[in-house]
């Protein structure tokens, strides 16, 4: 975590401290983890943030319930302290074992995607791959280096995990959706990481009345979708230009800018609401 914080501070268990003193070794696993991005000093959808964190803990037998209150003041008391960046907040939570666990939160280097990958889309290859339990944000260290390499050698932008039957499932470290024949298509819930962007993401289609279904993704879907894209924290909806050696023209798609246009206005309409609330 040290090699990725940025800021002036960092807060543990509802401590102030400077960021020269956090260290790799204060985080043991398991832990469960959230990322929250922050934009004009609201951090976005944090109820829906801080629910996933207590099913992620609550999968691994842990109980947050005593210290969830503490962690919403020290988020906003987190961005106070190193003066509004717009950037991502990390949220670690560890020694699940303990009565109470311990928690760690600061600002985090984020790379978000250039203009020029909204409007042209961004390159994916495939990864046999799948996570051990989908719905809970648990650290995979192991998985995480070996994609990372995968992502090097390739030069893409992000990996689609396909499982053992074959079926294409999410990013890995977003949601992922398919356009076809004016329907978006992707993956059930108990196959994926419930993504808060994705929640926002289908409520988008469903302001536009467009239909989206849940199902398993096959493999042979590829031949035959219009366009996809990817959804997640810091991308929000991006295109997909290409799956391995399959090109798509997702970012003309009209369906996906459509719902593009559509989550940034719910994003729009949940920081002028907790602007005001604030």
Do not use: W
Not at 36 to 41: F, L, T
């Amino acid at each position: 975590m040290n090699k990725e914080i940025i800021g002036d501070y960092f807060i543990s268990n509802g401590c102030e401290f400077h960021a020269s003193k956090i260290t790799q070794e204060t985080i043991t696993q398991p832990s469960v983890y959230e990322v929250i991005r922050v934009i004009k000093g609201i951090p976005l959808f944090l109820e829906d943030h801080i629910k996933r964190l207590q099913l992620s803990a609550a999968s691994l037998e842990s109980n947050l319930q005593d210290i969830i209150p503490h962690i919403i003041t020290d988020i906003k008391s987190l961005i106070i302290l190193n003066n509004y960046p717009e950037k991502n907040i990390k949220l670690m939570v560890y020694h699940l074992e303990k009565e109470t666990p311990d928690y760690i939160m600061c600002f985090i280097n984020s790379s978000y995607p250039t203009p020029e990958q909204y409007s042209r889309g961004i390159h994916t290859v495939l990864v046999h791959a799948e996570r051990g339990n989908p719905n809970a944000k648990v650290i995979n260290n192991e998985l995480r280096m070996m994609i990372n390499q995968k992502l090097e050698e390739s030069k893409a932008y992000e990996a689609l995990l396909l499982n053992n039957r074959g079926e294409i499932t999410e990013g890995s470290r977003s949601n992922l959706f398919f356009a076809v024949h004016g329907k978006i298509y992707t993956a059930p819930v108990q196959d994926v990481l419930i993504g808060i962007t994705r929640k926002y993401i289908m409520k988008a289609c469903a302001n536009l009345s467009l239909d989206i279904i849940e199902q398993p993704i096959p493999f042979s879907m590829l031949d035959y979708a219009e366009g996809a894209f990817i959804t997640g924290t810091s991308p929000k909806l991006l295109p997909i230009s290409s799956i391995e050696e399959r090109d798509l023209d997702s970012a003309n798609n009209e369906m996906i800018k459509n719902i593009l246009n559509e989550y940034n206005n719910i994003l729009e309409q949940y920081i002028n609401k907790n602007r005001n609330d604030d």
